[in-house]
Antibody, heavy 118, light 108 residues
Framework: QVQLVQSGAEVKEPGASVRVSCEAS????????MVWIRQAPGQGLEWMGI????????SYAQKFRGRITMTRDTSTSTVHMDLRILTSGDTAVYYC???????????WGQGTLVTVSA | SYELRQPPSVSVSPRQTATITCSGD??????AYWFQQKPGLAPVLVIY???ERPSGIPERFSGSISGTTVTLTISEVQAEDEADYYC???????????FGGGTKLTVL
């Protein structure tokens, strides 16, 4: 069965960086775009960006450009999201999600809570 | 910037029909999706391409589109349907993903 298992919760100080990882299984990881979506406490869903199957092409939401990097490793079926220069506004649950094209965001990781606090 | 507009809340009695709307200027031209999210859990896709239902989603969930509004309809609402519901689409270029603000469905 399709599974996306994310790395554990993180606590970071303002100005620091965080990496959230997501290991995929149960499907041919090399064939799918992957996206990252976050959700601040009590708030809605926010799309952060997408990485293509090859890992060579990415597209980021404008508000994150310059401080976000998405990468993937096909050999380990893992996708990573690095976010830099963290502020309290980045406190959120971060989800990795499989993008199944027209069929939508059909599988989600369990979420990773990133807390930014001094 | 482009927005998808949803009502903040909808209330319905058990076994009645709930309708949740989502409005956006690009919806006639871009695919729309619906997600259900229960507290503490990741969202679940319940409708794709406006009207299609993924496998495993109960038949009481259906979607429709009329002009610039897509609608999620839940027939014979059950207590377990109480959740937040989000619509999702892309901007007019198709390059950037947008979510509606979410609708909290309360089953009375």
């Amino acid at each position: 069965q399709v599974q996306l298992v994310q790395s554990g919760a993180e606590v970071k100080e303002p100005g620091a960086s965080v990496r959230v990882s997501c290991e995929a299984s149960g499907f041919n990881f090399a064939n799918y775009y992957m996206v990252w979506i976050r959700q601040a406490p009590g708030q809605g869903l926010e799309w952060m960006g997408i990485i293509d199957p090859s890992g060579y092409a990415t597209s980021y939401a404008q508000k994150f450009r310059g401080r976000i990097t998405m990468t993937r490793d096909t050999s380990t079926s893992t996708v990573h999201m690095d976010l830099r220069i963290l502020t309290s506004g980045d406190t959120a649950v971060y989800y990795c999600v499989r993008d199944n094209g027209g069929y939508g965001f059909d599988f989600w990781g369990q979420g990773t809570l990133v807390t930014v606090s001094a | 910037s482009y927005e998808l507009r949803q009502p903040p809340s909808v209330s319905v009695s058990p076994r009645q029909t709930a309708t949740i709307t989502c409005s956006g200027d690009s919806l006639p031209h871009r695919s729309a999706y619906w997600f259900q999210q229960k507290p503490g859990l990741a969202p679940v896709l319940v409708i794709y391409k406006e009207t299609e239902r993924p496998s495993g989603i109960p038949e009481r969930f259906s979607g429709s589109i009329s002009g610039t509004t897509v609608t999620l309809t839940i027939s014979e609402v059950q207590a377990e349907d109480e959740a937040d519901y989000y619509c999702q689409s892309t901007d007019s270029s198709g390059a950037y993903v947008i979510f509606g603000g979410g609708t909290k469905l309360t089953v009375l």
